[in-house]
């Protein structure tokens, strides 16, 4: 139950986030907003899993449903230690 609550929040501020987004552009045209939105999000979630396993990457793998060999290497693209 309590994911749903999680889900709908995290979304809120997407959806927030996003509709900023499309006023501020003033005429000019969005350009690769999904990448733009998930390298957003990705860095400060990894971030947050990896602090939550007390920087255990398998752990921290394991919460975020990754490959520990995916997490790291998103580790390294993002510039996580």
């Known amino acids: 139950m309590g994911g749903m609550k999680g889900e709908g ?6 959806r927030k ?3 900023s987004y499309f006023n ?5 045209k969005p350009c690769a907003l999904y990448d733009m939105v ?6 400060p979630l990894i ?3 990896l602090n939550h396993t007390q920087g255990n990457q398998t752990r921290a793998a394991e919460v975020l449903g990754l490959n520990r060999n995916t997490l790291r290497k ?3 693209d993002l510039g996580i230690s």
């Open 9 to 14: 929040e995290i979304g809120s501020c997407v």
């Open 17 to 19: 986030a996003v509709e």
């Open 24 to 28: 501020d552009l003033d005429g000019e």
């Open 38 to 43: 998930i390298r957003c999000i990705e860095k």
């Open 47 to 49: 971030e947050l899993a």
């Open 74 to 76: 998103k580790m390294q």
